[in-house]
């Protein structure tokens, strides 16, 4: 019975097909630059589709596919609550969530901040905890300008070099969660293809993902 992963489009898709490349799985008419969401590996064991990260759990939970794998940043944002189990860390795409600020710029605590990010949920948790209150701005990416052009004091987002912050120049101010690239199956596929899903479990254990 094959099994259908849904892939985190992006980073984690490139690392993870690479690691099943790389593992002996051949997808013929896979190609980084490929426009194609679709793939099965020629020995028909392994179908892959490509999905917006936010909906990796949306097809898993629904059973459109037997496991996903998607950061754990995105879990936590955008599909608390989703009735999937969560089996395994990958330990890539590790990443941490920061409050980040333009270079030098000083942050008044006892003003109302403004904030944009692409993390609300978590955004919003992480500045009630600490009895601040902010505005929140829900952006869908670039998230870095906000502050640059005055849209926000300060932004909420994942680091994982550091670059797209040196870059802009802007500085973290804190860093207070971290996250990797997770696995999350399907209730019913868990136990009705158990042996695929350990197999790939202990494939993907076994490389060392790039
Ligand atoms: C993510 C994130 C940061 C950057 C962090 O953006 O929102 O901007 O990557 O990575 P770094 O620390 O290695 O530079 P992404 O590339 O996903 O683009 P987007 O924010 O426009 O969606
Ligand atoms: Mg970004």
Redesign the pocket.
């Given at each position: 019975m094959a099994l259908h992963i849904a892939l985190a489009k992006?980073?984690i898709h490139k690392a993870v097909m690479n690691c099943l490349r790389d593992s002996g799985y051949d997808f013929s008419t896979y190609a980084e630059d490929s426009r194609k969401l679709i793939f099965e590996d020629t020995g028909k064991a392994l179908k892959v589709t490509l999905v917006k990260s936010p909906d990796v759990a949306v097809y898993v939970e629904r059973g459109a596919a037997d496991i996903g794998i998607v950061g754990e940043d995105v879990l936590a944002e955008d599909c608390a609550g989703a009735a999937v189990y969560e089996v395994f860390d990958l330990g890539i795409g590790r990443?941490r969530m920061a409050v980040a600020a333009p270079q030098g710029r000083s942050i008044d605590r006892s003003r109302r901040l403004t904030v944009g990010t692409?993390y609300p949920r978590l955004a919003r948790q992480y500045f009630a905890a600490k009895h601040h209150s902010v505005d929140i701005i829900k952006l869908?990416?670039?998230?870095?300008l906000a502050p640059l052009v005055g849209l926000a004091d300060v932004i909420v987002?994942?680091?994982?070099?550091?670059?797209?912050?040196k870059?802009n120049g802007l500085e973290v101010l804190v860093y207070f969660m971290d996250f990797s690239a997770r696995m999350i199956c399907n209730k019913v596929a868990f136990k009705v293809k158990y042996e695929e899903i350990q197999h790939l479990i202990t494939i993907i254990g076994r490389k060392e993902i790039q």
């Open positions: 992006g980073r990443c692409k869908n990416g670039s998230v870095e987002d994942i680091v994982e070099t550091g670059n797209t912050l870059a």
